[in-house]
């Protein structure tokens, strides 16, 4: 199994945050309170949803183990364990987590600084190492790549009804259609010029592919 190179995660994701940050800056309660892209909840669902993922990413970090890597940044979209809890049990409790607020845009502060940490921690880190994660190991670079994925695919969930909100980086969306070229296979990615489009129907946003991002 090759991992990742972090060189290439590490950027990407550093400009996967960035994008996110200027999408948090450019909207509104009312933007928030959008529909999106997943079934069920509004924007700010989806921002909870990408938050609660984002300091469990953040907590990762530090299990560092010598264990051989057994999932990398395609495989890990087909390893995730299962959950004892019914599939509406996270949706329900992400909406829960944006209703909390008084307003829509309450939460961007707490993201914010959660962005923050990840900046500096990402921007420093000493790898390569392999760490656990969700009952997996991976290489520290497949680690950060598969957030990069998380983010873009949940940027782009957010700006359905926000045609003019900035759009992710090119980066991000070169590290998804390098997850779903793994999954996929090149002859399906091939006839993909557009790497949104592309990140869309892998996941099952938009027709076109049998998805193969959850």
């Known amino acids: 199994m090759t991992a990742y190179p972090l060189d290439v995660a590490r950027p990407a994701f550093l400009d996967a945050l960035d994008g996110l940050s200027a999408l948090l800056d450019h909207v509104d309660d009312t933007g928030l309170h959008a529909r999106s892209r ?51 049990a996270h949706e329900r409790f992400a909406r829960a987590v944006a209703a909390a607020y008084a307003r829509p845009t309450g939460q961007i502060v707490h993201v914010a600084t959660t962005l923050r940490g990840l900046r500096r921690l990402v921007a420093d880190l000493d790898g390569p190492y392999r760490l656990e994660f969700q009952g997996h190991v991976l290489d520290v670079g497949d680690f950060v790549g598969t957030w990069v994925v998380e983010v873009v695919v949940h940027h782009l969930d957010m700006t359905v009804a926000l045609p003019d909100a900035p759009a992710p980086p090119a980066s991000g969306l070169a590290v998804v259609r390098e997850t779903v070229t793994r999954l996929a296979g090149p002859d399906v990615v091939a006839g993909w010029g557009d790497d949104t489009a592309l990140a869309l129907a892998a996941t099952g946003r938009e027709p076109g592919m049998t998805p193969v991002l959850g």
């Open 38 to 88: 997943c079934h069920g909840w509004l924007a700010a669902d989806v921002l909870a949803h990408l938050h609660l993922g984002l300091v469990e990413m953040l907590a990762g970090f530090p299990a560092r183990t010598d264990r051989p890597a057994d999932a990398d940044l395609a495989t890990y979209w087909t390893a995730l364990p299962g959950s004892e809890l019914p599939g509406w």
